[in-house]
């Protein structure tokens, strides 16, 4: 097996197929992903929900029941409602540079508590006034109905847009530039802090008058928003490794579970709409939180699992990392050492995925990733993200990581 950080795939050994478990096939997941990234799957277009319809099918056909597509109505993107707090920053600090505003102080710290607001897992409030679309998530179920215990399993089935911040060429300069920085971090960049800073900046130097606060936190404001506008701007990508893995995940545990069936908790399959921050998974919570008690309710997000590494995050969170749960985390470690699965330690998030929410909600949970040997998820973004860059063997460990977890809670609950 050959493994690649960028532009290669690993393939699993299948030259035996019966020593290899039907629902672990890589050329079925190849043939899976091939489908869903034919569809554009755009956050909140047709093109998402045409994948969440295929989705809904292949859950069905897997063995899945009640599978069905739930849809929201809502703001769908994260550029226009950060872009427009970074022009209110950008106006704050263009004042404020003239002159001690307390006008533009009020204006950069309103931007500047927006932002904010608009990273998960918080309320949300501007774009609620900001046009709307409709994007979808997917439920479906398997296991005993009456059970008491649930294993919720989430995915998301958009796909996000490129943008110049997400080019692999960045960390590899890094590496070229300073190669023990991959060594010695264990947390991703803070990509959305400019959302909230560039505004508090210029907010505070309106506020005092202090000509250079000001002028730092009109650039960085300007410097966000030009990114901003430049990934609203960019082409969807293929969305293969994010998250077209997460999805065949689902696909494959619905194959396995309906083979061979949990005794004593029910599994949910959930697959949302991520893009927009985290938008469809809120609105699960919202929906369906109250129904899930907490010391009776597991969630694992699986989110990017076919770069060469596969790992557990320690915690994420835009603004402050929030820590996951000891006992969740220990028993994957438990796990993963039994099967023989080394995943990389200690890494930490700095941007989010759906597991902030039930993290946030207090539920025992985690969130299964991957990364390359540079700790970043390959072709993140990136028009590379197709399936034949895809590392179907961490996929294929991956599933097999999350089938244990299943079976191992259907056998004892968290002690």
């Not at 501007?126 to 179920?141: C, D, E, Q, Y």
């Not at 402050?320 to 330690?345: F, K, M, Q």
Request: proline share 6%.
């Amino acid at each position: 097996m050959v493994a690649h950080v960028y532009g290669f795939s690993r393939m699993p050994d299948l030259s035996s197929t019966a020593a290899a478990a039907d629902h672990l096939d890589g050329r079925w997941h190849r043939a899976l992903l091939d489908e869903l990234c034919g569809f554009g799957r755009e956050t909140g277009s047709e093109g998402e929900r045409a994948a969440a319809r295929w989705l809904i099918g292949q859950l069905a056909q897997a063995g899945a029941v009640n599978a069905r597509v739930e849809e929201q109505r809502g703001h769908q993107t994260f550029w226009w409602p950060l872009g427009l707090t970074a022009a209110g920053g950008l106006l704050a600090g263009a004042r404020g540079m003239r002159r001690r505003s307390p006008g533009a102080a009020a204006l950069g710290a309103v931007a500047a508590w927006a932002a904010a607001d608009e990273l998960p897992p918080r309320r949300r409030r501007l774009r609620r006034v900001l046009p709307k679309g409709t994007s979808t998530n997917v439920i479906a179920t398997l296991g005993p109905a009456d059970a008491t215990r649930t294993v919720v399993l989430v995915a998301h089935h958009d796909a996000a847009h490129s943008g110049l911040v997400f080019s692999p060429a960045i960390p590899r300069a890094i590496e070229r530039v300073a190669p023990w920085f991959f060594r010695v971090v264990d947390t991703s960049p803070p990509l959305l802090w400019p959302a909230v800073a560039g505004p508090a900046l210029a907010a505070a130097g309106a506020a005092t008058g202090r000509r250079g606060l000001a002028r730092a936190g009109a650039a960085l404001s300007a410097g966000f928003a030009a990114a901003m506008a430049n990934i609203g701007a960019s082409a969807v990508v293929p969305g293969a490794n994010d998250n077209g893995t997460g999805v065949v995940t689902l696909i494959a545990l619905a194959r396995a579970l309906s083979e061979r069936p949990t005794e004593s908790v029910r599994v949910m399959l959930v697959s949302t709409s991520e893009e927009g921050l985290c938008e469809g998974m809120r609105v699960f919570g919202e929906r369906h939180f109250g129904e899930l008690p907490v010391a009776d309710t597991f969630l694992l997000t699986i989110d990017t699992v076919g770069s060469p590494h596969l790992l557990v995050l320690r915690g994420e969170g835009m603004l402050g990392v929030a820590e996951y749960p000891p006992r969740s985390l220990a028993l994957l470690d438990e796990l993963a050492a039994e099967l023989g699965i080394r995943l990389v330690p200690g890494l930490r998030l700095r941007n989010a995925t759906d597991g902030v929410h039930p993290l946030a909600a207090g539920y025992e949970c985690a969130s299964l990733c991957s990364c390359t040997q540079l700790k970043q998820p390959a072709n993140y973004h990136w028009p590379t993200d197709v399936p034949e860059n895809v590392d179907y063997g961490t996929l294929a460990d991956a599933i097999r990581l999350v089938e244990a977890l299943v079976r191992r809670l259907d056998e004892r609950w968290l002690r």
